[in-house]
């Protein structure tokens, strides 16, 4: 069965600082692999998605960016983080319409 | 600009009462449509999900219901258990083919013993 894995479950860095979430999938090849942010009282915004390695399409512009290094990672970084990246961002892959997400990962930028 | 739109932002309900959680969309071009359910803390969990070919399916507890001609849809749990208190999610798919989803923004579900 697949699995699907983040690291950190939880983060609190300066304004200003670097960011490198990871995401990975088990059990898998080639799937669709997602970054969503849901801030605090809101729903789940798509920030990119990837259909294959280095490809990446970005939903919103920002300062994080993503990268997909091999068939089953996924990173999102960012050089210089801001208040406003604070939130709880969620990894997901698929091979059609259902996507199957992640534990999250709770970034607090301070 | 809105797509998904989940209007109740809170829902009640006793244990054992049917809960209705409705969602509605403005693209028509939308053809898949899907719930999710997400507890604090964690990732959201995909629960059932409904093509624009079909107006119903079930699963269970958890029925969808897709009202093509007011783009509308709901999700029926019954019976509500106090374990079905969660956050819920609609989204929809087809615009792009089924890479993207369009995720309205959540109704939290109480049931309460």
């Keep these: 069965?697949?699995?699907?894995?983040?690291?950190?479950?939880?983060?609190?860095?300066p304004v200003g600082s670097p960011l490198s979430l990871e995401c990975t999938v088990e059990g898998t090849s080639n799937p669709n692999l997602y970054w969503y942010r849901q801030a605090a009282g809101r729903g789940l915004q798509l920030l990119f998605y990837s259909v294959g390695i280095g490809q990446i399409s970005s939903e919103v512009p920002q300062n994080l960016s993503a990268s997909r290094p091999q068939d089953r990672q996924f990173i999102l970084s960012s050089k210089k983080l801001l208040l406003s990246d604070s939130g709880f961002y969620l990894c997901a892959w698929s091979f059609s319409y259902e996507q199957y997400f992640g534990p999250g990962t709770r970034l607090t930028v301070t | 600009?809105?797509?998904?739109?989940?209007?109740?932002?809170?829902?009640?309900?006793?244990?054992?009462?049917?809960?209705?959680?409705?969602?509605?969309?403005?693209?028509?071009?939308?053809?898949?449509?899907?719930?999710?359910?997400?507890?604090?803390?964690?990732?959201?969990?995909?629960?059932?999900?409904?093509?624009?070919?079909?107006?119903?399916?079930?699963?269970?507890?958890?029925?969808?219901?897709?009202?093509?001609?007011?783009?509308?849809?709901?999700?029926?749990?019954?019976?509500?258990?106090?374990?079905?208190?969660?956050?819920?999610?609609?989204?929809?798919?087809?615009?792009?083919?089924?890479?993207?989803?369009?995720?309205?923004t959540g109704t939290r579900l109480l049931v309460s013993p």
Excluded at chain 1, 3 to 13: E, N, S
Excluded at chain 2, 7 to 18: D, F, M
């Design chain 1, 1 to 13: 069965s697949q699995t699907i894995h983040q690291w950190p479950a939880t983060l609190v860095q």
């Design chain 2, 1 to 104: 600009d809105q797509q998904v739109k989940q209007n109740s932002p809170s829902l009640s309900v006793q244990e054992g009462r049917i809960s209705i959680l409705n969602c509605d969309y403005t693209n028509s071009m939308f053809d898949y449509f899907l719930w999710y359910k997400k507890y604090p803390a964690e990732g959201p969990t995909f629960l059932i999900s409904i093509s624009s070919i079909k107006d119903k399916n079930e699963d269970g507890r958890f029925t969808v219901f897709l009202n093509k001609s007011a783009k509308h849809l709901s999700l029926h749990i019954v019976p509500s258990q106090p374990g079905d208190s969660a956050v819920y999610f609609c989204a929809a798919s087809g615009l792009t083919g089924f890479q993207k989803l369009v995720f309205g």
